[in-house]
């Protein structure tokens, strides 16, 4: 279940959260910041192909980049990650997000450890849904122009597992309601 949760207790209980923490800013933030501390790294000549928020597991979230050119294509579901967490080759960006994250993710796990398995459900789809709407603020922003890309830059937010072909569809509706249009640079 990957869209926004139907259940009032849960969506108060995500609602509350993103109000206390700011989720979706500072997500924001802190992904637009680790796009220009990239484009400054050992990494600015690199072309890439595809980026994703990979939730790796709930709370834990990775940037994954992918720099074969023709991914997408040659039907590779999701991408075959060259750089499955950007955090860890980039010193600079995995202290960003430990000082940026941290809290966040340690009240995640707070809130996870008090609310049953159907509520536990219906955040984990709110938390994806809220990646979803700030990769579509990210795309939006122009934060991707700072890192070289291919022309068919592929974004994505996905989970271990996840049906790639459905996380593209949900991403579709937010960028949809955010632009008008189901697909990036579209």
């Known amino acids: 279940m990957n ?3 139907d259940d009032t207790a849960s ?18 933030r802190l992904a637009s910041a680790s796009l220009t501390l990239l484009a400054e ?8 192909s595809a980026f994703a928020f990979n939730a790796v597991s709930f709370p834990t979230l990775s940037l994954s980049f992918d720099t074969r050119p023709d ?3 040659l039907e590779y579901y999701p991408p075959d990650w060259s750089n499955e967490c950007m955090e860890v080759d980039v010193p600079a960006i995995g202290q960003l997000w430990e000082q940026g994250y941290g809290k966040i993710a340690e009240a995640l796990d707070e809130l996870m450890a008090r609310v049953d398995d159907d ?16 990769l579509v603020r990210l795309e939006t922003s122009g934060a991707f122009a700072g890192i070289r890309t291919t022309g068919r830059f592929w974004t994505l937010v996905t989970q271990v597992d996840a049906d790639t072909d459905e996380e593209e569809r949900l991403l579709g509706e937010v960028r949809l309601a955010a632009t008008g249009t189901a697909q990036f640079g579209g």
Do not use: C
């Not at 969506?11 to 924001?28: G, I, K, T, Y």
């Not at 790294?41 to 890439?48: A, L, M, R």
């Open 3 to 5: 869209t926004p949760p």
């Open 11 to 28: 969506a108060a209980e995500w609602q509350a959260f993103e109000a206390v923490h700011q989720f979706e800013d500072s997500v924001f």
């Open 41 to 48: 790294s050992e990494f600015k000549g690199q072309v890439f």
């Open 71 to 73: 991914n997408k294509e």
């Open 119 to 134: 509520a536990l459900d219906a955040i984990d789809a709110a938390y994806m849904h809220s990646l979803r709407k700030v």
